[in-house]
């Protein structure tokens, strides 16, 4: 940890000065207290927002975006508690939520994650974005040393986070993180805000799990209880996960009466049937759509294909 101590004084002297002049932002990192013991750090493509839970017993991290960040990410958790950073929690496999486990091994904090996550770590990982895309095995260092099956719990500065596996949803190694005492959840990617769902069928992912987590954390929610998204601008709530499994719900009945009609794809894409949807949700350009209604479709026909005609 002395090692982590020297490395955070050098990063906070350079960035002295656009820090004490404005508490709520390390530069990099937009800071936001959630509620509680929790904050959460945005960056400005509003990608892989990190959670960090603090008190006097050390800190817990959810997530930790790419290798470049780290030392923003350092900057900005010492702008909120100067105890130890202890662990880390990776919500899921992708790049933009465990690049930093590398560095952070380095300077002695533990990584945790569901075991497949960790599992798939152990080889190149490919992504349906545009046709597929493949990021590098990550180095050995970046590997989570503690997994669980099913679920975990931290009990840290006076209060349990809870952390579980999901339904098979954004993967099939998605994590939720309740911190029950501060009443913040962390949902990683099977939540975004600011557009449609990304289902990774690549590893695991399944629209209509995504349908399932989502309605299981509006039923762990309570009326005051603050969400962090893994992507999207903004902490969110029970009303914010309400409005994304609607446009789900939306999606999947309206795909579902075109794969009723046994019409192929492309009629269905014909058929825009998230027109209405598409200026709020379509409007990230790689994931758009054209990328979710193949999803949707093809896994509502699998599962018209797997119930027997009625005799
Ligand atoms: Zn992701």
Redesign the pocket.
């Known amino acids: 940890m002395r090692r982590l101590h020297l490395r955070i004084m050098t990063v906070l002297c350079l960035l002295l000065p656009a820090w004490a002049s404005a508490q709520q932002s390390s530069g990099f990192f937009k800071v936001t207290h959630v509620a509680g013991n929790v904050h959460m750090l945005e960056a400005p493509d509003t990608d892989g927002n990190i959670g960090v839970f603090s008190g006097p017993d050390g800190v817990l991290l959810i997530d930790d975006r790419y290798d470049r960040d780290t030392e923003n990410l350092l900057a900005a958790v010492r702008s909120v508690s100067d105890a130890e950073i202890r662990f880390v929690v990776n919500t ?1 496999v ?1 790049p ?2 465990i690049g930093g486990n590398n560095n952070l091994a380095a300077y002695g904090v533990t990584i945790l994650a569901h075991d497949d996550v960790r599992l798939r770590m152990l080889t190149e990982l490919r992504i349906p974005r545009r046709g597929g895309i493949t990021f590098p095995q990550p180095p050995a260092a970046a590997l989570p040393v503690i997994t669980y099956s099913d679920a975990i719990s931290f009990h840290l500065n006076g209060e349990e986070v809870r952390v579980f596996i999901a339904p098979p949803a ?2 099939d190694g998605d994590s939720f993180v309740h911190f029950r005492g501060s009443d913040v959840l962390h949902l ?2 099977v939540f975004r805000t600011n557009m449609y769902p ?1 289902i ?1 069928v690549y590893n695991g992912g399944s629209f209509l799990g995504m349908i399932e987590a989502m309605e299981l954390a509006i039923e762990i929610a309570g009326p005051d209880t603050q969400v962090i998204p ?1 992507h999207g601008s903004g902490v969110s709530d029970r009303e914010g996960m309400q409005e994304v499994l609607t446009m789900m719900y939306d999606i999947r009945d309206r795909v579902a009466n075109l794969v009723a009609q046994g019409l192929p794809l492309e009629d269905v894409m014909a058929a825009a049937p998230t027109a209405h949807l598409d200026a709020r949700w379509g409007q990230v350009p790689s994931w758009t759509a054209a990328d979710v209604i193949p999803i949707v479709y093809e896994e509502l026909r699998a599962l018209q294909n797997s119930v027997p005609a009625n005799p």
Do not use: A, F, Y
């Open positions: 899921h992708h933009d939520h954004h993967t990683g990617d990304i990774d893994g």
